[in-house]
């Protein structure tokens, strides 16, 4: 593929930021409780008896190991995975606790929410100040694609034209090439 | 012109991300300005938001209960300094009641079943409210527990102890809030 000039340099970079922007979005859209849900990736279970047209899908039971992943513990200022001290331990037994009511992660999370804040959340909002998390990485990368764009094609307008022109061949040489391909021509 | 436009867009961006930086920093940062306003001999507003009671359901403000003395305590029951200075908050919520005054705490970080039990414990009788989010904390530049400030009958700052909190300080801080 050539990048000759701006309008395919543009093209392209359209192509990145609407590649990225639409990951951005997914990434921020609300998650119903079926999506929070953390089952264990397994082997597809087999078929069962079809359900009533009209019945709730069945819910993953919420894993604590999931949770512990996508919450902060709030005191240490570390993902709860990560944290070792009493107030961690306090909220695991508070998940415990939900999970052991039969909570889908969704309503854990918002629970702790409801505790502790948004900040319990191990990923930051989409939203405010904090959207900053999101937009800086994806504006940062733009740019780049944007400057390695014009560089390329800089580079390539220098190389045409520092390449030196094929020198003419005389009258006479070049009738005497000709001749001498014509004889090879099969 | 063309020559310019690379360098001009790298410094744009960087004072992009340089502006972010100093703004993420600034927000988080915890303010000392009411410490500062105090030592002056000043009596700021108190910092304020509508958060919901620990005990019960509802709201409240700092401001609902102007006209009173208001000892300020952010505490959580994970805090040793908390439970030992339990026991001297619970004399001077009784000694408050006399002169039109009260504690009210704020619980941090904390769980709400945790924070009750705490309070059972301690046979705390005093209005908490759950400040989840951080944020009145963050206002009065709270870094650790337990922190108290003394509000006059206005809701200025009179008086603030950052760590826990003595019977001298409770006694100067609220004569002092009195006599506004």
């Known amino acids: 593929m050539s990048l000759r000039g701006g309008p395919r340099a543009f093209a392209l970079l359209a192509l990145v930021c609407a590649a990225l922007g639409s990951a951005v979005a997914a990434r921020a859209e609300p998650r119903s409780p079926a999506h929070g849900t953390l089952a264990p990736a397994g082997p597809a279970q087999a078929p069962g008896p079809a359900r009533p047209s009209g019945a709730p899908a069945p819910r993953a039971r919420a894993s604590l190991p999931d949770i512990e992943r996508e919450v902060m513990c709030p005191v240490c200022g570390v993902p709860l995975n990560l944290a070792d001290s009493p107030q961690a331990d306090r909220e695991r037994a508070f998940i415990r606790a939900l999970i052991a009511q039969g909570r889908t992660s969704a309503q854990i999370k918002q629970a702790l929410v409801t505790q502790f804040g948004r900040g319990v959340l191990a990923l930051p909002p989409s939203h405010g100040f904090d959207a900053a998390a999101y937009l800086v990485p994806l504006a940062a990368v733009v740019v780049l694609v944007a400057l390695v764009a014009l560089l390329l094609s800089r580079w390539r307008r220098r190389g045409r034209a520092a390449a030196p022109a094929t020198p003419a061949l005389p009258t006479d040489e070049a009738r005497h090439l000709e001749r001498d391909l014509a004889r090879y021509d099969l | ?180």
């Open chain 2, 1 to 180: 012109m063309r020559r310019a436009l690379i360098p001009s867009l790298v410094a744009v961006c960087a004072a992009g991300l340089l502006g972010v930086l100093v703004y993420g920093v600034a927000a988080r940062s915890h303010s000392r300005t009411l410490d500062d306003a105090v030592a002056h001999g000043q009596r700021p507003p108190a910092p304020d938001r509508s958060l919901p009671l620990l005990q019960g359901g509802g709201q409240r403000r700092l401001a609902d209960y102007r006209g009173q003395v208001v000892v300020v305590n952010f505490w959580a029951s994970w805090c040793t300094p908390c439970a030992e200075e339990a026991p001297l908050l619970n004399r001077t919520q009784a000694a408050l009641s006399h002169i039109r005054g009260t504690i009210i705490g704020v619980t941090f970080r904390d769980l709400s079943s945790d924070s009750l039990a705490f309070m059972s414990e301690h046979h705390s009788t005093y209005p908490s409210l759950r400040d989840v989010d951080g944020k009145l904390a963050q206002a009065y530049g709270t870094t650790q527990l337990p922190e108290t400030f003394v509000l006059d009958r206005s809701g200025r700052v009179a008086a603030i102890s950052r760590g826990e909190v003595s019977s001298d300080f409770l006694r100067r801080a609220v004569a002092l809030a009195q006599s506004s």
